[in-house]
């Protein structure tokens, strides 16, 4: 945090340096956390959270004269150290993988600036609800992919899941969450629709990239295979229709690459939501969508901006 790696400061810390003392901690983390069993897991990861600093919350760690960038290097640090245990992690329900004193704090990050402190948010969660190991499996999908290929593996959706999604926690006091739609659920608490409202507003930040939007698709998609009931599917539905008045609003100054990407995820987790449940004509209006935009508006599909180079208009349409 000083810049130098003795107390008479004479010996200057490289940013190699830190990088390899950072990367060595982490490792050690996760390496710990895999030896031991699952609940002891579970608090490590508790502990871990506890100790993560978030502005106006909890304290600043560090040097007194570290001030915002000790507490941000802190941040993803400690984010990275929670994702090498997450991944390790094995849980039979979300009710014991995401608690309120874990899942509040946690989701309170998906509302920073930093693009790095949101990308460890979404590939946290992804890997906590990921039971069955099918994230591998979604991080490449496109609008072209069948779900039958990708051999997913999925159980019907648990007592424990139903309780998550029904679980009312504490209500949130962030005065931002006010400005996300009605049709999120912003009169309740619950965890699940506090998540799909945290990742609305997540959604918002321009400085996501391409790294986020397949994250986003991947999350999105891991949510939709693991707790695939009625009720869920529903509330992803009405989640993807914000994000597209997301996309079409011209109230959040998003650029015009952001409004694409939106409009790739969307496509992209609709196509795969068609296929796990909801009425033929749904997946058949998808389908005819999709055609459309691949001859007329490629730039408002995952080929085009996830790729090195993305392309697009100048205007975003529907």
């Not at 004479?10 to 030896?35: R, W, Y």
């Not at 890997?127 to 994230?135: G, K, T």
């Not at 159980?155 to 006010?178: E, H, M, W, Y």
């Amino acid at each position: 945090m000083t810049g130098y790696y003795d107390n008479a400061a004479k010996h200057k810390t490289s940013s190699d340096q830190e990088k390899t003392l950072q990367d060595a901690v982490i490792k050690t983390i996760g390496s710990f956390a895999n030896t031991l069993p699952v609940y002891q897991r579970s608090e490590v990861m508790l502990f871990i959270m506890g100790k993560i600093p978030v502005p106006g919350i909890y304290p600043a760690l560090g040097s007194p004269n570290a001030g915002f960038e000790g507490s941000g290097m802190i941040q993803v640090m400690l984010l990275k150290s929670l994702l090498q245990v997450s991944e390790r992690y094995e849980s039979t329900n979300l009710l014991t993988a995401l608690p309120s004193s874990f899942l509040e704090p946690l989701l309170s990050f998906t509302l920073m600036e930093e693009p790095e402190i949101r990308l460890l948010v979404l590939s946290i969660l992804t890997s906590l609800i990921d039971r069955h190991h099918n994230a591998a499996r979604l991080s490449d999908v496109s609008v072209t992919f069948d779900v039958s290929d990708l051999e997913l593996k999925d159980d019907a959706c648990c007592r424990q899941d139903n309780l998550f999604i029904r679980k009312v926690g504490k209500a949130l006091s962030d005065p931002t969450l006010t400005s996300a739609p009605l049709e999120l659920g912003l009169v309740s608490v619950q965890h699940a629709q506090r998540l799909y409202r945290h990742v609305y507003l997540a959604c918002r930040e321009e400085s996501s990239g391409r790294s986020h939007y397949r994250a986003l698709v991947t999350l999105l998609a891991v949510l939709g295979v693991e707790l695939a009931n009625e009720e869920v599917l529903v509330d992803l539905i009405r989640l993807v229709l914000a994000l597209q008045e997301l996309a079409l609003s011209n109230q959040e100054g998003l650029s015009t690459f952001n409004r694409c990407g939106l409009h790739a995820v969307c496509a992209t987790f609709l196509h795969l939501l068609s296929q796990l449940g909801p009425p033929p004509e749904l997946q058949q209006h998808i389908t005819q969508v999709i055609a459309l935009r691949q001859k007329d508006a490629p730039h408002l599909l995952p080929d085009h901006v996830f790729s090195e180079e993305p392309r697009y208009g100048e205007q975003v349409s529907g």
